[in-house]
């Protein structure tokens, strides 16, 4: 039986009313006292955010997994129609979308750093299960899609990851963290995109199998590194009350269908893209592809930054103006077969999902303390409720990753193109950003003069 003194001598007493427990267990973890911050806090904070970039990097990599290896199945003995592409490239979204709630709770309940290590191990579930499908072209379509499916393992750690990092941060400098985090996740959309065409190539040939392969290392990797470097934090509890809160608001629902309009279509595009380019533009490489996520995440930050200046609202309703655009310009690049105007045209879309993503994270705090009452807890009210809407708005946003493609495919089954889906699109844009201004700009709206 383990008396009280050995107990006590696990236990490692750090600076500054810090202790670390066995299981890397940090007690007394405070960020907004300052001394504590300074002195012990940002190093560890630091280290923390280091890992739970690379392990969401690879979430969002394996998420996007099947998006660049789809268009190039066909030239491996299967035998897919374009509505079976769409189906393979969305349903990793559909999955994803769904797992991000109780990945948000999974990180008060097992640890921050316990559960970045499990996250990390399941990637190589869909990883080697991808490895060894494209082996087998005579597998069933729903055997197929199934598999795909595991890959929406990679887009719940996006929610963890950022439960996570919100403890380590004080609110001064939050912000800047998980920005930081989302968009070093966001980038492995890009990234995979990027490498697997050349990985898949390398010694001539075409070695599917690459695809899923390569990322075996990383994972062993990025795992290890949450089990050597990572902490859990003993205070960071959930807080059910923040999404029953956020529920019964009705902003929680709105800005999360405004959500979808901007994360959700950067999730449907950087899935549909390299399919699409395949389809209907075969003489060009799908090396090309990844330039578009590259640029929707790397904007995300600058949507932030706008919106501090210039107001979330304002230019969430600028951003669907420009998407609006971007979708007609593809329609005109369309008609006239013009891959540059097309390819331009997307890439312009891709920039102002990535600056509406930004500025609605920046809007939802704003709206929840503008609609706040003059009661003396009624900011502590507001901020639980926006709390638990991030959370509500990031998974139902995501679900825009399952729209946009099957949008596509079944565009193209009807028409034998995807035009009619991006007039669709144009309108659905054209209509987000009305309501946008009705809610929050309008002259005379409740939360106009606050600039949210």
């Avoid at 012990?40 to 990599?61: D, H, Q």
């Avoid at 959370?391 to 034998?416: E, K």
Wanted: aromatic content about 12%; overall charge positive.
């Amino acid at each position: 039986m383990t008396t009280t003194a050995s107990r006590a001598a696990t236990v490692e007493t750090l600076d500054h009313g810090l202790s670390r427990r066995p299981g890397q267990w940090i007690d007394g973890w405070d960020p907004e006292n300052r001394d504590q911050w300074d002195a012990a806090g940002r190093p560890i904070a630091r280290r923390n955010l280091a890992w739970s970039v690379f392990a969401e990097f690879l979430g969002f990599a394996v998420w996007a997994l099947w998006s660049i290896v789809v268009p190039r199945l066909n030239g491996a003995g299967f035998a897919l129609t374009v509505d079976q592409m769409f189906w393979l490239v969305s349903t990793p979204s559909l999955v994803g979308a769904t797992l991000r709630i109780p990945y948000t709770f999974a990180v008060p309940r097992f640890g921050g750093r316990n559960w970045t290590i499990v996250s990390a191990l399941l990637l190589l579930i869909p990883t080697a299960a991808l490895a060894w499908a494209v082996h087998h072209p005579e597998l069933p379509f729903g055997v197929l899609v199934a598999i795909a499916a595991l890959a929406g393992f990679g887009g719940g750690n996006f929610a963890s990851s950022m439960a996570n990092i919100s403890f380590f941060f004080p609110a001064r400098e939050k912000g800047a963290a998980l920005g930081l985090n989302a968009a070093g996740g966001n980038i492995g959309t890009a990234a995979v995109q990027f490498a697997v065409p050349i990985v898949v190539v390398v010694g001539g040939g075409l070695a599917l199998d690459r695809a899923g392969l390569m990322f075996v290392p990383l994972i062993v990797l990025a795992a290890f590194g949450a089990w050597k470097y990572m902490d859990n934090l003993s205070h960071a509890k959930a807080d059910p009350r923040a999404y029953a809160v956020a529920l019964k608001h009705p902003h929680t629902w709105l800005i999360s269908f405004i959500y979808i309009g901007t994360f959700g279509s950067f999730i449907g595009y950087s899935g549909s893209f390299p399919t699409l380019l395949a389809n209907l533009f075969p003489e060009v490489t799908l090396s090309l592809a990844f330039l578009g996520a590259l640029v929707g995440s790397v904007t995300r930050p600058l949507g932030g930054s706008l919106s501090d200046r210039l107001g979330g609202a304002l230019v969430t309703i600028v951003s669907f103006a420009a998407m609006a655009l971007g979708a007609y310009g593809a329609i005109l690049g369309l008609r006239q077969q013009s891959f540059l105007l097309f390819f331009i045209s997307f890439l312009w879309l891709f920039v102002f999902t990535g600056i509406g993503n930004g500025s609605i994270y920046r809007m939802i705090p704003a709206v929840f303390a503008g609609t706040a009452g003059p009661e003396p807890d009624a900011l502590l009210h507001a901020g639980r409720a926006a709390a638990g809407c991030i959370g509500i708005a990031g998974a139902i946003g995501a679900f825009g990753g399952f729209l946009i493609p099957r949008g596509f495919a079944m565009s193209t089954t009807a028409t034998g193109g995807i035009e009619a889906a991006l007039w669709v699109l144009i309108g659905a844009y054209l209509f987000m950003g009305v309501l946008t201004w009705a809610l929050y700009l309008r002259p005379g709206a409740r939360l106009a003069a606050l600039k949210v």
